[in-house]
Every structure is written in C-alpha cells, then in structure tokens.
C-alpha cells in the first residue's frame, strides 16, 4: 500500500484540457489581431512598407513579442496570403444563379474583378510578386489551387479544351484589374469591359485551333 501511494505521488500532473483550450484561443485571437493590423497598415502605407515596430505598436505590444506569434515578417505575409486567397475562393465559389455555363463564366468573372480592385494592398501580395523573396507555403496557397480548379472546370463544361486557355483567362481579367487600379481607381472605365473581355475570349478559345492541332500541321 505504501509503495502504491509512494507511486500515486510521483506520477506527473495531468494538464488541464480547458485551460490548454483557453490558452490556444486566446492565442489565436492574438494572431488574429496581428492580422488585422497588419492589413490595416499595408492599406494605409502600402505592402511593402509594413514595419514589424508599428505593427507592435498597434497591437500594443514590443516588436520582439511578435516573434511569439509569427517567426518572420514572412510568416506574417503568409497568414495574409492564406487568408485573402480564402476569401478570394469563397468570393468565386459562391453559388451562381444560372445553369448557363457562358453567364457562369462571366458572373465569376465579375466576382473576381470587383474582389481584386475593392483592396489593391491584397491584389498585389496575391496576384503580384511585390515582396521580395516571399513565397507563400503550400498551406497558404492551396485556396489558390481549387479556385484554379473550380475555373478550369467550368471552361471543360463549356468544351474548352485549348491547354493555353486558363493562362489567356488570367492574363486577361488580370490585365482588366490592372487598367482599372493603375488609370481609373475608384472607377468603372476596365470594369465597365468585364463582360466583353469575356465574350471576346469565348469567341476565341471556341473557335481557335489548339497546341496540340498546331503542332500536328
């Protein structure tokens, strides 16, 4: 008996689950709070300007104690490429209110052009290489993936099988947000073209031989 309880003493305290889950709450809000200031800073000062001692400062903390949270400023764009190329998937994977493919396309289009210009300081950490030496991880960029996916589906629904296709979309609606954020902020002048980018690139990929035909003449 003595030798048990003897035992019993020496076996090392069990943690307690809930403040282990109170802790990583109020962990994750921290986060969530560094994130959000950051986005404020970027969109006040511009992308490349964020500086780990002003987000401290906003946050109410010492510029090392950021290092609890995020182990680089890279760390920091990270978490807010990951949560723009999420809300940038939602935005495309909503539901669409027709079964017609060709207006699908276009209401994405339109998704994706009002979504990149409402905040030009998170199209550029997306859709541009404006950080130098930053490469988002693979856990950040894999919203990026499916919203790829969901597109290219949706041109094979509409029997588009030409391989340079995604790449002639994307060069085109970026180029669309580009126009518009650099000559008409705030306006409508590339976004008022959305929908005749999109016939005119329907009309194109529809009728166009592919690569692979190319390459057999």
């Not at 699908?104 to 030009?120: H, K, W, Y």
């Not at 993936?145 to 290219?152: L, N």
Request: hydrophobic share 40%; charged share 25%.
């Amino acid at each position: 008996m003595l030798e048990k309880a003897h035992d019993r003493q020496l076996d090392p305290p069990q943690p307690d689950p809930v403040r282990k889950d109170r802790r990583t709450l109020r962990r994750e809000a921290t986060k969530a709070e560094i994130l959000e200031a950051a986005w404020d800073l970027v969109r006040e000062h511009g992308l490349a300007a964020l500086a780990l001692r002003d987000l401290a400062e906003r946050v109410g903390m010492r510029a090392p104690s950021l290092y609890q949270y995020f182990p680089s400023k890279h760390a920091i764009y990270d978490a807010m490429f990951g949560q723009g190329t999420q809300a940038a998937l939602e935005s495309v994977a909503a539901p669409v209110d027709t079964s017609d493919p060709r207006k699908a396309l276009g209401e994405i289009a339109r998704r994706m052009f009002e979504f990149s210009t409402s905040d030009p300081a998170r199209m550029q950490l997306l859709f541009q290489r404006t950080i130098p030496g930053f490469e988002p991880t693979p856990e950040a960029y894999a919203p990026a993936i499916e919203m790829h996916a969901q597109v290219a589906g949706l041109l094979v629904s509409l029997g588009i099988s030409d391989p340079d296709a995604m790449d002639l979309w994307t060069a085109l609606i970026s180029g669309l947000v580009n126009q518009q954020l650099a000559n008409d902020p705030g306006g409508d002048r590339w976004g008022r073209l959305v929908d005749r980018t999109v016939d005119m690139f329907l009309a194109y990929v529809g009728t166009a031989p592919s690569a692979a035909k190319k390459k057999g003449k």
